[in-house]
């Protein structure tokens, strides 16, 4: 009796006081941002998250690592129906799922974000990159190899196709443990145009004809799930090359020393953003608002370029990257947008992917069990 | 002193003897305790209260585990036979292809087209029809893209006759005179009347506008109520969809509305005529579809949603073993996409070899740990408990350090002269590393209980035996191993369920050659969004793992295991 009297008051005094401040503000003061970990997490964070929390007192922000699996959570956290999600990370593929699954809210560019300083609106600085309603673009990153510098003698490697070489460059490779990207590698080397590919890949041949190419060097493919893994196996010497993000072969490289170069040549390109899930309560969604205007600005997405090799997502913004936070080092030309990088690159092709990807995937992972 | 001593049967009264003995009287009549009931009676109350004091002590616990456990559990394995997301998305079509028949190659009729417009139209203002693509992307490839085209290509049907209708009179694009045509008088007023606070006013159709106007009383109804509930938005306010303009023509084209005097008649006259006009552009529901995307034409799609239109659906499982659903019936699928018999194959016979690896290689230790003074059994013991202490991940990290081919035991290897430094043996990313790694992690799973089986042993058994004239090897395989079998049973069970269900060391460790079926079943739950085939496969391991179990039971019989004592 008197515990439940005491909860009773406390409540009554805690709901007084949220409608007080709600009253005041009309915005939550916590946010539960979901984004990757690692080194990324900490290029936001320095570049927006702390800056935001510094200038808006009283105001936290929980971080939850969760992006990976964001698309499976947020459809059981909207069938549970809670959501304690305010902001989430996603590649782009997955926004554009949870845009189609009503997962995600879909957003007004040009009424949501800041234009450009030179009065560019939003939806024109970020141009093509906004390739779903509910998505607000940040960087572009890719997919893209690495090798190690003292295992490929005199000649490295300059085009993607030494992968498929095990007479000039033996030893192990290392590729993502799925279809993406990796079929349309294989067919490239296999003498298909870029053009082509996905023409290609949509057929039941085509798609042998990538597999049979990858079969060439099946035996020598150790296979990643996590974006870590490539880095540490070039670190470790188990593998002469191998496909990663960019930004992690750019901190192994720079930051940690390595002996391990880039190889640019048909990267590809994706892109990452922020999602704002459907259905957040109106103090918590204009606390989001506030917050996703300030993160998206031209500045505050190029200072993110200071921590991490990926390429802000705003045309307004490249001009303005300037060096790395601690090694001082010039960003531009580690950036996958970097015109002596960007040479031979593709798009992640979300549409292609989305219709093809169960198929492809199953085939694959056949393949792969055989 | 003989009376009392010798003679117990001669003590009357009531005592535990003289209720027995009445009770073999079976002529005397019920049994009666001893304040008079009927003995049975008294005893089961009493039995009863036992019982529900026992359960309402273990009330909490049960909910909880029904609550928390068994339910989630249930409703996710549910997932693997549901299937309503196509008969509720596409409605009219469902119906309409009733009589669809799926095997003969050839496209529908047209009154499904127009019931596949009227459905597409209205989920895609829902925002469904991508939903819906997505799920039957899962059995037919192109379905994703295929529905969202159609979604933003379909306002197209509907604009034509909107147009037109427009031309002819503004009215038919305002919301007012159509709120008027459509709704209840009843409603307008509340409507009108209400002020923004709370809940609208739940519209109404008038009475009998379902009558003369059909198509467009049931398409502007969902308009309306949707504008309502979802958009907190006033019909009154909104200008319809253009599904309710084409819905207007085709009631137009059907019916006769001369007769009508209702609000707006004027406008609903004209109209009618208008369409009765030879020179009213019409839209002929197949060519539109033709025209947002080709695929329509092909039956397969028509094909694919007929056969996924039943609430229930065994495609998933089917899926699950490798064959699919198709017009026919169910079909082995093609040789290059079966994957999951050879996975289910692999995990049992790797979790087998697991299981056996963890008896090989605890047995000695918990014989060790059962025969040692108790102060050095429990410094093992804590070397046993270690791992437990030590993240999964950090454990099978330390493994790809120690078995890769610039590891430790290769390194080692090499620089002893054993292999050659180009010829490094290959122990991860394969089935070795996963049963290494996963025996390591097990490992303490089988070694408790056969220690606290093997602790109950007595040891004068073996002492006995070795009296008699044993042979150490006979007294160990003819006394001491017998008593030792309940120990691994238990441990056998223990490794065995436990590994047929490992997911993270065979995802690190097991390369391509040494994954699990519950990768599979992660990775639908988590990249590629199949629920329901992952409910379908995570069934078939339940009921596998229970027909292992009983089989046990029938051969070694559940009694024989021991955890403990």
């Known amino acids: 009796?008197?515990?439940?009297?005491?909860?009773?008051?406390?409540?009554?005094?805690?709901?007084?006081?949220?409608?007080?401040?709600?009253?005041?503000?009309?915005?939550?003061?916590?946010?539960?941002?979901?984004?990757?970990?690692?080194?990324?997490?900490?290029?936001?964070?320095?570049?927006?998250?702390?800056?935001?929390?510094?200038?808006?007192?009283?105001?936290?922000?929980?971080?939850?690592?969760?992006?990976?699996?964001?698309?499976?959570?947020?459809?059981?956290?909207?069938?549970?129906?809670?959501?304690?999600?305010?902001?989430?990370?996603?590649?782009?593929?997955?926004?554009?799922?949870?845009?189609?699954?009503?997962?995600?809210?879909?957003?007004?560019?040009?009424?949501?974000?800041?234009?450009a300083p030179d009065g560019t609106s939003a939806s024109d600085d970020f141009g093509d990159l906004i390739v779903s309603d509910c998505f607000i673009p940040q960087i572009v990153y890719s997919t893209t190899f690495g090798y190690r510098t003292d295992m490929v003698g005199d000649t490295p490697p300059t085009s993607v196709c030494a992968v498929f070489d095990t007479e000039a460059y033996p030893g192990k490779r290392s590729l993502e443990r799925r279809p993406i990207a990796n079929m349309e590698w294989a067919l490239i080397c296999d003498g298909v145009s870029i053009d082509e590919v996905y023409n290609v890949l949509e057929t039941e041949e085509g798609q042998d004809r990538a597999l049979a190419k990858l079969d060439t060097i099946k035996d020598d493919v150790i296979w990643w799930n996590a974006g870590a893994d490539t880095p540490q196996l070039l670190a470790d010497g188990e593998v002469v090359i191998g496909s990663t993000y960019n930004g992690r072969l750019f901190s192994a490289i720079e930051e940690q020393d390595q002996p391990i170069g880039m190889l640019w040549d048909w990267q590809m390109f994706d892109l990452d953003g922020w999602i704002i899930p459907a259905g957040l309560p109106e103090d918590r969604l204009a606390r989001v608002q506030d917050f996703v205007r300030f993160a998206t600005d031209t500045q505050r997405l190029a200072d993110q370029a200071k921590y991490i090799s990926y390429g802000p997502a705003r045309a307004s913004s490249a001009p303005l990257v300037s060096t790395h936070a601690e090694l001082g080092i010039e960003m531009a030309p580690h950036m996958p947008t970097d015109p002596a990088n960007a040479q031979n690159t593709f798009l992640f092709n979300y549409e292609f992917w989305a219709d093809y990807r169960d198929d492809i995937d199953a085939k694959f992972q056949a393949w792969l069990a055989r | 002193m003989s009376d009392a001593t010798a003679e117990p049967d001669k003590i009357s009264?009531?005592?535990?003897?003289?209720?027995?003995?009445?009770?073999?009287?079976?002529?005397?009549g019920p049994v009666l305790a001893a304040d008079g009931t009927p003995l049975?009676?008294?005893?089961?109350?009493?039995?009863?209260?036992?019982?529900?004091?026992?359960?309402?002590?273990?009330?909490?616990?049960?909910?909880?585990?029904?609550?928390?456990?068994?339910?989630?559990?249930?409703?996710?394995?549910?997932?693997?036979?549901?299937?309503?997301?196509?008969?509720?998305?596409?409605?009219?079509?469902?119906?309409?292809?009733?009589?669809?028949?799926?095997?003969?190659?050839?496209?529908?009729?047209?009154?499904?087209?127009?019931?596949?417009?009227?459905?597409?139209?209205?989920?895609?203002?829902?925002?469904?029809?991508?939903?819906?693509?997505?799920?039957?992307?899962?059995?037919?490839?192109?379905?994703?893209?295929l529905f969202r085209k159609s979604g933003r290509g379909i306002d197209d049907i509907g604009e034509v006759y909107q147009d037109q209708f427009e031309d002819l009179d503004e009215n038919w694009d305002e919301a007012r005179p159509w709120a008027e045509l459509m709704g209840d008088p009843d409603w307008i007023a509340a409507q009108d009347a209400w002020g923004g606070e709370g809940r609208m006013p739940r519209f109404e159709l008038r009475d009998g506008i379902s009558d003369l106007l059909p198509r467009t009383a049931e398409t502007y109804q969902i308009f309306a109520r949707f504008m309502q509930t979802e958009e907190g938005e006033s019909p009154l306010e909104e200008e319809p969809w253009t599904v309710v303009h084409t819905a207007l023509y085709q009631d137009l084209l059907a019916g006769d509305v001369s007769g009508y005097t209702g609000p707006?008649?004027?406008?609903?006259?004209?109209?009618?005529?208008l369409v009765e006009s030879p020179?009213?552009?019409?839209?002929?529901?197949?060519?539109?579809?033709?025209?947002?995307?080709?695929?329509?034409?092909?039956?397969?799609?028509?094909?694919?949603?007929?056969?996924?239109?039943?609430?229930?659906?065994?495609?998933?499982?089917?899926?699950?073993?490798?064959?699919?659903?198709?017009?026919?019936?169910?079909?082995?699928?093609?040789?290059?996409?079966?994957?999951?018999?050879?996975?289910?194959?692999?995990?049992?016979?790797?979790?087998?070899?697991?299981?056996?690896?963890?008896?090989?290689?605890?047995y000695p230790i918990a014989y060790l740990l059962s025969n040692l003074p108790m102060r050095t059994a429990n410094l093992l013991m804590i070397l046993v408990l270690l791992p437990f202490w030590t993240s999964?991940?950090?454990?099978?990290?330390?493994?790809?350090?120690?078995?890769?081919?610039?590891?430790?035991?290769?390194?080692?290897?090499?620089?002893?002269?054993?292999?050659?430094?180009?010829?490094?043996?290959?122990?991860?990313?394969?089935?070795?590393?996963?049963?290494?790694?996963?025996?390591?992690?097990?490992?303490?799973?089988?070694?408790?209980?056969?220690?606290?089986?093997?602790?109950?042993?007595?040891?004068?058994?073996?002492?006995a035996a070795k009296s008699l004239g044993a042979t150490n090897w006979t007294t160990f395989w003819r006394v001491y191993f017998p008593q030792s079998v309940p120990g691994i049973g238990a441990g056998s069970i223990l490794v065995f369920i436990l590994s047929i269900g490992y997911y993270i060391t065979p995802e690190i460790v097991g390369g391509t050659s040494g994954i699990f079926i519950s990768n599979r079943i992660a990775y639908h739950i988590s990249s590629s969004l199949n629920w329901g085939l992952a409910a379908a496969l995570g069934t078939i391991l339940l009921v596998v793992v229970l027909v292992l179990y009983w089989a046990y039971d029938r051969i070694v019989g559940i009694d024989n295991v021991k955890l403990g004592g």
Not at chain 2, 423 to 429: A, E, P, Q, S, T
């Open chain 2, 13 to 28: 009264g009531p005592t535990p003897d003289n209720a027995l003995r009445a009770g073999d009287r079976a002529d005397d």
């Open chain 2, 392 to 463: 999964l991940l950090v454990r099978t990290s330390a493994w790809k350090v120690m078995l890769q081919q610039q590891g430790v035991i290769n390194d080692v290897l090499v620089w002893l002269g054993m292999v050659a430094d180009d010829g490094r043996l290959v122990m991860i990313n394969n089935q070795f590393g996963t049963i290494v790694a996963m025996t390591h992690i097990l490992l303490p799973f089988m070694i408790l209980p056969m220690y606290s089986v093997m602790s109950t042993i007595p040891p004068s058994y073996v002492r």
């Open chain 1, 1 to 115: 009796m008197k515990l439940s009297k005491t909860l009773m008051a406390t409540s009554a005094l805690t709901v007084a006081a949220a409608g007080a401040y709600a009253a005041g503000h009309g915005m939550a003061d916590s946010m539960t941002l979901v984004s990757w970990g690692g080194a990324y997490q900490a290029s936001q964070q320095n570049a927006y998250v702390a800056p935001y929390l510094e200038m808006n007192d009283g105001v936290s922000a929980t971080w939850d690592e969760s992006s990976a699996e964001a698309v499976a959570k947020l459809r059981a956290m909207n069938e549970a129906g809670n959501i304690t999600w305010d902001l989430v990370d996603v590649v782009a593929a997955d926004a554009i799922r949870l845009c189609d699954e009503g997962l995600a809210m879909e957003v007004d560019h040009d009424e949501l974000l800041a234009p």
């Open chain 2, 40 to 145: 049975k009676r008294s005893l089961s109350r009493a039995l009863r209260a036992q019982k529900l004091r026992a359960l309402a002590l273990i009330a909490p616990l049960l909910i909880f585990v029904l609550v928390s456990f068994i339910a989630p559990i249930f409703d996710m394995l549910f997932r693997s036979v549901e299937n309503q997301i196509v008969g509720e998305t596409l409605p009219r079509t469902v119906v309409a292809l009733a009589d669809y028949d799926a095997t003969s190659d050839e496209l529908p009729r047209d009154e499904v087209f127009e019931a596949a417009y009227y459905d597409i139209f209205i989920a895609a203002e829902r925002k469904e029809h991508t939903r819906l693509g997505s799920r039957l992307n899962y059995e037919q490839t192109g379905s994703s893209s």
């Open chain 2, 264 to 273: 707006r008649a004027d406008m609903l006259v004209a109209a009618d005529a």
């Open chain 2, 279 to 362: 020179g009213f552009e019409t839209v002929v529901f197949r060519d539109a579809f033709e025209e947002i995307d080709e695929d329509w034409l092909n039956p397969e799609i028509w094909q694919t949603i007929k056969t996924y239109s039943p609430t229930y659906t065994s495609g998933y499982f089917l899926n699950s073993i490798d064959m699919q659903k198709t017009p026919e019936g169910p079909a082995l699928r093609d040789e290059d996409e079966r994957i999951y018999g050879l996975l289910f194959q692999r995990t049992l016979w790797m979790s087998m070899i697991i299981t056996f690896s963890c008896i090989l290689l605890g």
